[in-house]
């Protein structure tokens, strides 16, 4: 296999993963986490790295739907070019640099930036937790943020917050707000929050 033995920027973009070989001739299955992202444009550099380690940079390809699974997509990339070179490369993430990408409105966020904020929420006057988003997926129709809230005995649960206006309506670098609607919370926070 043949890369560049760049390491991602440190203004890298986490756009995606793979998710493992399609077919024979070197072709990834990828997930993203922005499926309609146009990110991932063929001549651009994409960097990948696993667990923090750099595993070099490619120029994609090809970037092609997967039929009938939605948030899939095939990825070609040039040195990738047969199945054994594309196991390899599984649970690596997919990033890009930020340079390279339009610039953003001042009431747009790239999801993966709230990776690691509290997720917050104003409720009789006082601001209160909900946990701290730890990832994204999609269940075909919207995004949604993965939160992690530990109860204080440190039992952790996970619960989904879909990613519309109605209900994050405000990100910053310190945290994600949010307004939900009754029943929309675990019943463990329910309770509490």
Request: hydrophobic residues 40%.
């Amino acid at each position: 296999m043949t890369r560049r033995p760049d390491a991602p920027p440190a203004s890298a973009l986490v756009v995606g993963y793979v998710a493992g070989a399609h077919g024979i001739h070197g072709a990834l299955r990828i997930h993203l986490h922005d499926p309609d992202s146009v990110a991932l444009a063929p001549g651009r550099a994409l960097y990948l790295r696993r667990e923090g380690a750099a595993l070099g940079s490619f120029e994609v390809i090809a970037v092609e739907p997967v039929p009938g699974k939605p948030g899939r997509r095939r990825l070609r990339l040039r040195g990738v070019a047969d199945r054994d070179a594309a196991e390899a490369l599984r649970g690596a993430e997919l990033c890009i640099d930020r340079a390279e990408l339009p610039p953003l409105r001042d009431d747009e966020f790239y999801l993966a930036d709230a990776i690691g904020l509290p997720v917050e929420r104003e409720r009789d006057g006082r601001i209160e937790s909900l946990g701290e988003i730890v990832g994204l997926t999609s269940n075909g129709v919207q995004d949604l943020f993965e939160v992690r809230w530990r109860e204080p005995g440190g039992r952790a649960h996970t619960w989904l917050l879909p990613v519309l206006p109605a209900i994050v309506v405000e990100v910053t670098a310190e945290r994600v707000r949010v307004d939900l609607p009754h029943g929309m919370l675990p019943d463990v926070l329910e309770g509490d929050a």
